[in-house]
């Protein structure tokens, strides 16, 4: 009997979390992704942003203790933006309402701005620098990306400074080598 090939998922359909900060996690959802709950109660709320029903599902677990440092985990979950000018716009009401980021790097493949939720769950918020995804996969096989798979940091506000510039977006999404770089000095907790 042969094995039959294996079936792979179409999609990443929802992140679920658990909080006992709940009212202020789902806000805090709310407000970075510009969500609306399709469901929500005092035990549960079921966020959306696009058209999937639900994106990110929070629970209201009372009595859990804060993430603990130097733990196993899930480091962050990344949403892409269209295009640069959505990516910094969104930093830019973000910054407004007091939601700072705590990483900011040209991956290479990905322009991202990483934040952490109350809770320390990092988000990361990306747009993509390669317009198919082959050249994407031959950026992750060259040498530049494998001297430095962590990228490049940089500063949004400047970044919007230079786009509403009038630099391209082609121009500031391009990756500047900077030589070998590990995970010193990242949010890595």
Known sequence: MTEAAPIRPIKLAHVVLK???????????????SAEAAFENEMIAFLTYDDEHHRIAVLNIPGLGPRQAGASGVHHVAFTFGSLGDLLGTFERLDKKGIKPVFCTNHGPTTSIYYADPDGNQVEFQVDNFATNEEAARFFTSSAFAENPIGVDFDPHELLRRLRGGESERELKAYHPIGPRGFEGLPLT
Do not use: D, N, P
């Open 19 to 33: 909080t006992a900060r709940f009212a202020e996690i789902v806000a805090w959802y709310k407000q970075a992704l």
